[in-house]
């Protein structure tokens, strides 16, 4: 078999010839010839790119509205997503009509239950200290593990603010 010494720049038909590679005996060779390859940042032709890239997302990985799929939030809980008109939101906040920066509160802690009676609009301070208060002191600790204080409020690592002030 004959070594390729140049191929064809498949947009103007110059040669374009390779570089030997280091870890096999082989040449690489670049996608375009380097005048047609600056082209590629014409804005012009990068806008007919997108549009053409568009097509294609819109035809093949386009889910339809109303597709519903689980997304685990940062607090590992699974919640549900619908896909609206103005992109994917949680499925809750969508039944609840939630107004951006208020909290809809599941009031039977399942978040995969949406439906309208389990749902409660909430402002984040009411949502904060319902999910707070279920806890007691903290979610793993009675009282601080330093001065086993209940009194000052739990900041991190099972200390009160002062314990975990003086560490």
């Known amino acids: ?38 082209k590629s940042f014409d804005p012009s032709v990068l806008e007919k790119k997108r549009s053409v890239l568009n097509k294609i997302r819109d035809i ?14 940062d607090s590992k809980n699974i919640y549900k ?26 009031l039977n802690e399942n978040t995969l239950d949406n439906s309208p009676n389990n749902l409660v609009v909430l402002t984040n301070g009411m949502h904060c200290s319902i999910h ?11 009282h601080c593990q330093s001065c086993f204080t209940t009194i000052k409020k739990h900041v991190a690592l099972g200390l009160c603010t002062t314990c975990y002030q003086k560490k």
């Open 132 to 142: 707070n208060s279920s806890y007691g002191w903290s979610k793993k600790f009675d």
């Open 60 to 73: 093949y990985h386009t889910k339809p509205i109303g597709t519903i799929t689980l997304h685990k939030s």
């Open 1 to 38: 078999m004959k070594k390729l010494d140049y191929k064809l720049c498949p947009h103007c038909d110059s040669k374009i010839y390779g570089v030997k590679r280091k870890d096999r005996n082989s040449y690489y060779y670049a996608i375009s010839c380097p005048s047609c390859s600056h």
């Open 81 to 106: 997503k619908i896909k609206t008109e103005f992109g994917w939101k949680y499925e809750h906040r969508v039944i609840a009509n939630t107004p951006p920066g208020m909290h809809t509160h599941h």
